[in-house]
């Protein structure tokens, strides 16, 4: 399905831009997305994946990944039945929605990617996607997440009344999209046309490499020492005294506040808000925690990790730069995937595609109740995050904050994905070049996940 998509936004961009008269337009957008593909997702992406590959890597060894894995057994294993419960693979997939649930895109990449590594050892046709690996991406996709931190700081920095209205909306969408995406995944892998061609299966594990699969190294047998009491008591010290710094950060006075700013700026995009002190409403404690949990999430995780496997008996340095290495590997993997997919965007973007399919769309839509100044960012969100994130802004600016079609377009934002990057990244990973249906699963999340959001704040603000 890549293949046709990919073609016709080619061909579209070539055509609209020598009709329109922006064929200049075509060829910046082609070279200008080409240079950010490698520049500045790319090559940015090895210093994380090495952190967090490194991280895994003890999180592995020592037991934790497949303890976790267990905790969430019947629910991983009724998504994924394809999948032992005890493979790796879980694991790592099961702390690549908990990072995304939390918002920190900047830890779910790299495990995501590692969850997709993890899964490729168990594909006996490598180039083509298994049902699991699209199963993944469709929940990728789906975009779930508990607060929509992007869209609140703009609805926030443009003045508005209650820019955490859209949380609640945006949390029933997401479920609307999350529960679409799997529900079609499910159903499109019976297709005919979406099936795993068996007879490909011999030629294509002669091209595999097993060998050289982080996951067939983490197989070794390696059994970690039992935690002892004195390592029990260490790891409970840990645990409350995060509960205590949560506690103090939540109810601290507004002096704390300035406290926090510097780790905040470390951790999150300038974009994303510290949380707000001076208001004690419920609602406002909850998405304080919330928003603090966030926070602290990555400190957390770079002390229980290495903290745990060095109770444990593993070798803490020794295996996180072994686990570190993968992090340069798998980054360049993905340059031609997401160059080909960017360009094809960039192109179609700069020959006016965006603009044209809103005329067309426009007149059929409007009648529906779907607001025309929509239609933009719906059409853009699929394919460029920071293109979406401009659009969003300038409706907030020409509409206002709290107009309805501002909070469908909040609501909106935090319930969807940018689909095409997700699969280029995660696909480009492990050479899988036959997506089947995980971009069409990944689309009807999209699409579920817009309609719903009109929907939902059509009842509640409309």
């Known amino acids: 399905m890549l293949n046709y998509l990919w073609l ?15 064929i200049a337009e075509v060829t910046a957008g082609a070279f200008q997305m080409a240079d950010t593909a490698v520049m500045k997702i790319a090559l940015p992406l090895v210093g994380i994946m090495a952190l967090w590959l490194g991280l895994m890597r003890l999180a592995e060894r020592s037991g934790l990944v497949q ?32 990072a995304n649930m939390l918002g920190l895109s900047n830890a779910a990449t ?37 607060i929509p931190t992007t869209a609140i700081a703009i ?17 029933l969408a997401t479920i609307c999209s999350t ?72 109810i601290a006075p507004a002096g704390y506040h300035a406290a926090t700013a510097t780790l905040h700026t470390q951790i999150f995009p300038s974009h994303v808000p510290l949380p707000t002190w001076e208001d004690t409403s419920a609602q406002n404690i909850a998405l304080r925690t919330v928003g603090t949990l966030s926070l602290l999430a990555v400190p957390f995780l770079l002390v229980l990790f290495p903290l745990y496997a060095s109770l444990r008996g593993v070798k803490v340095y020794e295996e996180f730069v072994e686990g570190a290495k993968e992090g340069f590997q798998v980054a360049i993997r993905i340059i031609p995937f997401l160059v080909a997919i960017l360009v094809a965007i960039g192109m179609f973007r700069g020959a006016g595609g965006i603009e044209a399919l809103k005329s067309a769309l426009a007149p059929l839509l409007t009648p529906l109740g779907f607001p025309p100044d929509l239609l933009p960012m719906v059409l853009v969100r699929p394919l460029s995050g920071s293109a979406t994130t401009a659009l969003f802004a300038e409706l907030v600016q020409r509409l206002g904050p709290d107009a309805l079609t501002t909070r469908m377009a909040g609501t909106i934002f935090g319930s969807t994905e940018t689909t095409f990057y997700v699969i280029a990244v995660y696909f480009g990973s492990v050479a899988v070049r036959r997506a089947r249906h995980a971009v069409a699963a990944g689309l009807v999340a999209d699409f579920v996940g817009v309609v719903a959001s009109v929907i939902i704040c059509q009842l509640m603000f409309g």
């Open 179 to 250: 529960i679409a995406g799997v529900s079609a995944v499910k159903w499109m892998q019976r297709w005919r046309i979406f099936r795993i061609r068996t007879e490909d299966a011999p030629a294509a594990a002669a091209l595999a490499h097993p060998a050289s699969s982080p996951t067939a190294e983490s197989a070794l047998p390696f059994e970690p020492a039992p935690l002892t009491a004195w390592g029990r008591a260490a790891l409970g010290l840990m645990a409350a005294g995060f509960a205590a710094v949560l506690a103090w950060m939540v």
């Open 155 to 171: 609805l926030a920095a443009q003045q508005s009344k209650d820019p955490t209205a859209i949380v609640g909306t945006a949390f």
């Open 67 to 98: 303890q976790l894995a267990r905790a969430l057994r019947p629910i991983m294993r009724r998504l994924f039945p394809e999948v032992p419960v005890e493979h790796p693979a879980m694991g790592s997939m099961v702390m690549n929605m908990a």
């Open 8 to 22: 016709a936004l080619v061909l579209l961009a070539a055509i609209i831009g020598a009709a329109t008269g922006r």
């Open 110 to 146: 790299p495990l995501g990617l590692r969850a997709m590594r993890d899964l490729e050892t168990l594909n006996k046709t490598p180039g083509t996607a298994t049902n699991a690996m699209c199963t993944f991406l469709a929940i990728n996709t789906s975009s779930i997440q508990l």
